[in-house]
C-alpha cells in the first residue's frame, strides 16, 4: 500500500512541476493578480490531489485541473456578486410618483 501511494505521490508531484507554468498563467487570466494566482493554483491542486487517484486516470488530467480552477473561482465571485447585487435597503427603491 505505501508503494502505490509513493506512486501515487510521484505521478502528482511530475504533474504538477511540469503543468505548473500553464496553470499559474490561466488562473493569472482569471484572477489579474500574481498573489491570488498562486492561492487559486494551491487550493485547486489541493483538492485534486485528494481525488488524484480519479483524475490521473482520466483522458486529459490538465482539463480536468482547469475546469476546477475556473469553477473554485467563478464560485468565489459569484458569492461577491450576490453580495453586492443585494439591495441593502428596499426604502429607496419604491418612491410615489406624484399624479399629474
Do not use: C
Not at 20 to 36: C, D, S, V, Y
Not at 41 to 48: A, H, N, P, R
Not at 55 to 76: F, L, Q, T
Amino acid at each position: 500500500m505505501g508503494d502505490r501511494k509513493a506512486a501515487r505521490d510521484s505521478e502528482f508531484q511530475s504533474f504538477v512541476i511540469g503543468r505548473w507554468p500553464r496553470l499559474m498563467r490561466t488562473a493569472f487570466l482569471l484572477t489579474g493578480e500574481q498573489h491570488a494566482a498562486e492561492d487559486l493554483v494551491q487550493s485547486t491542486l489541493e483538492q485534486v490531489y485528494v481525488a488524484w487517484r480519479r483524475v490521473g486516470s482520466a483522458d486529459d488530467p490538465e482539463a480536468y485541473v482547469r475546469r476546477v480552477m475556473i469553477n473554485a473561482h467563478a464560485r468565489k465571485h459569484r458569492k461577491r456578486l450576490r453580495e453586492f447585487l443585494a439591495p441593502k435597503d428596499d426604502s429607496g427603491l419604491l418612491r410615489e410618483v406624484p399624479d399629474t
